[in-house]
């Protein structure tokens, strides 16, 4: 089950995708990390899909990796009396803690939080941003508003309030349960919603323990100013382009992802560009052709990975949408300017021996037209270094722990494979050579370029280069 691309696909799995042949269906398509969402469904339904995919994994032989997606914190308004209000442009609305249901001047917002954080000037957007709101008179527990974009509101709609830091943590007692439960199942990644702060996602790490690998999802403006500090701590980042949307203006979207998917290339982390990507497949066999290209830009910009939301979860066509982005991926990687964009855009290596090696792979391969990079790597540093590169041929992730595996399958052009724990050097490049060939990375009379970090697991210590032969 190799890969002919180096960018991966996330699917999320939900009611139209949850039976163990159509999880079969999408992973042959080109799914490479199946997502559990924990805004929706039972814990039940989660581990169903969670044991399906580790059968999957036996089946198959190969690595499948799996994220827990954490709902975070939702803001909303409460009821209204009538279930349903217009609100006409200009008109005075009034926001507060009170229990009574809303009616066309005024609606309950249980949030103390936002309240606290509010000052006159400042903007709310209540369903997706489709309502306007400015504040003009706030306290402790109110808000005077005036309708800036009007429109029509209901029970329940989710409130944004963008650019204001809000002292809320991104983990709800719902969060922790569902933590708690995805460690346990075994999932190889954590998604965090709401992250306004560094300190969020280290709050998140202190609670995982490194049961999993963390992955920070930036949907807030206030987290894009803190970008640096959250791509540091966090194992890897998702362009979640939804909250992101509402919260900045969408001709700031495009820019903001092109620096996100910078910043994580540099550090060498992780990155991921989600929502909306194939969105008119949930109800069609077809994407657009914008949607296509919306595909294909975050694979120029060299994102690791690129997710499909309600395409897989509750669409009509999962598989095909899996499909179609398998092909829009492993087009745009055969586009001949392709490769000039991506070595165009690489960050220069750190002045360090490990970086400096991994640069050397990388510059000899492309010389001497090798198969394939081959890592060994006990905690993923050394393939994640590999990765980073964005070398022109694939990077063959060996590695002894099953956890690390799973992880690396998230990264841009890694095939993981799990292999028993080898001490010795020359027993490596063995196992390398026949890995490679079984797996048909090489043939005969074949170079590859061999890799690790000596003494095996010392994180970070990539130090050994050696080119090798298939004969």
């Not at 926001?95 to 809303?102: I, K, Q, R, S, V």
């Not at 294909?296 to 499909?323: N, Q």
């Amino acid at each position: 089950m190799r890969r002919s691309r180096k960018a991966k696909i996330l699917a999320t799995l939900g009611p139209a995708s949850s039976d163990p042949e159509t999880i079969a269906r999408l992973f042959e398509a080109g799914a490479d990390v199946f997502r559990l969402n924990f805004s929706h469904g039972t814990h039940e339904e989660h581990a169903v899909r969670y044991e399906t995919i580790r059968t999957l994994e036996s089946r198959f032989g190969r690595s499948v990796g799996v994220l827990a997606d954490l709902q975070g914190p939702k803001l909303r308004l409460g009821k209204f009396a009538r279930g349903r209000v217009m609100l006409e442009a200009g008109a005075p609305f009034r926001l507060d803690l009170a229990d009574e249901p809303g009616d066309a001047q005024r609606a309950p917002m249980p949030h103390p939080e936002i309240f606290a954080a509010l000052v006159p000037g400042t903007d709310l957007l209540l369903d997706d941003g489709k309502v306007r709101l400015s504040v003009k008179d706030c306290g402790a527990d109110f808000a005077e508003t005036r309708v800036v974009t009007p429109g029509p509101l209901s029970d329940r709609k989710g409130v944004n309030v963008p650019s204001v830091m809000l002292d809320l943590s991104p983990l709800t007692k719902k969060d922790c349960y569902d933590l708690a439960f995805a460690l346990d199942l075994g999932v190889d990644w954590v998604a965090l919603s709401f992250v306004q702060r560094p300190e969020d996602v280290a709050e998140a790490r202190r609670l995982i323990e490194g049961r999993a690998s963390l992955l920070a999802k930036l949907e807030k403006p206030t987290a894009v100013d803190h970008l640096f500090e959250i791509v540091d701590l966090a194992d890897a980042v998702m362009v979640a382009r939804g909250d992101l949307g509402v919260e900045v203006p969408p001709e700031d979207v495009p820019a903001l992802q092109k620096r996100i998917i910078r910043a994580c290339r540099y550090a060498g982390k992780p990155v991921v560009v989600a929502t909306q990507m194939l969105d008119s497949m949930v109800t069609a066999p077809m994407p657009t052709r914008a949607e296509a290209s919306d595909v294909a830009t975050a694979v120029y910009d060299g994102a690791d990975a690129v997710m499909l939301s309600a395409e897989t979860a509750s669409g009509d066509y999962p598989v095909e949408s899996v499909a179609m982005m398998d092909r829009i991926i492993a087009r745009v990687e055969r586009d001949p300017p392709y490769r000039g964009i991506i070595d165009g855009t690489r960050a220069q290596p750190a002045p360090t021996a490990s970086d400096a090696i991994t640069a050397a792979a990388r510059h000899v391969a492309q010389t001497i037209s090798a198969a394939t990079i081959v890592t060994f790597t006990s905690s993923g540093s050394t393939t994640l270094r590999a990765a980073r590169e964005r070398p022109p041929v694939p990077i063959l992730g060996l590695t002894s722990m099953e956890s690390v595996a799973r992880s690396l399958t998230l990264v841009w052009g890694v095939h993981s494979v799990l292999v028993e724990t080898i001490e010795d050097f020359d027993r490596m490049v063995d196992v390398a050579v026949r890995i490679a060939t079984e797996a048909e990375f090489a043939g005969h009379g074949v170079p590859l370029i061999v890799t690790a970090g000596l003494p095996l697991g010392t994180r970070g210590s990539t130090n050994v280069l050696r080119i090798a032969w298939v004969e």
